[in-house]
């Protein structure tokens, strides 16, 4: 079975830093695009940033773009996104995903925060 686990998440000053990491189970980590995504309260979940099976590829929303880096480690299975200079406005759950030929799979979200 397919499994996401997102942890990391907390409360920020603006400006601060937080790093994210998804670990992930069930399928060939190795062989898929990881995406992370972020949905605030009231509004659509967004896409956040995708990167590629190998981690030689990666795109970012334009609002995270020079912002956040999302990278892997293929040996531990894990995904991560370090969120630099961060703003009121990235406050949100942040979930990871996956899409594979059978289905589409989501981490259970993790709480990010960004006030003073």
């Known amino acids: 079975q397919v499994q996401l686990k997102e942890s990391g998440g907390g409360l920020v000053q603006p400006g601060g830093s937080l790093r994210l990491s998804c670990a992930a189970s069930g399928f060939r980590f190795s062989s898929y695009a990881m995406s992370w995504y972020r949905q605030a309260p009231g509004k659509e979940r967004q896409l956040v940033a995708v990167i590629n099976y190998a981690g030689s590829s990666a795109n970012y929303a334009d609002t995270v773009k020079d912002r956040f880096t999302i990278s892997r480690d293929n040996v531990k299975n894990t995904v991560y996104l370090q969120m630099n200079s961060l703003k009121p406005e990235d406050t949100a759950v942040y979930f990871c995903?996956?899409?594979?030929?059978?289905?589409?799979?989501w981490g259970q979200g993790t709480q990010v925060t960004v006030s003073s």
């Open positions: 995903n996956v899409q594979t030929s059978w289905g589409t799979f």
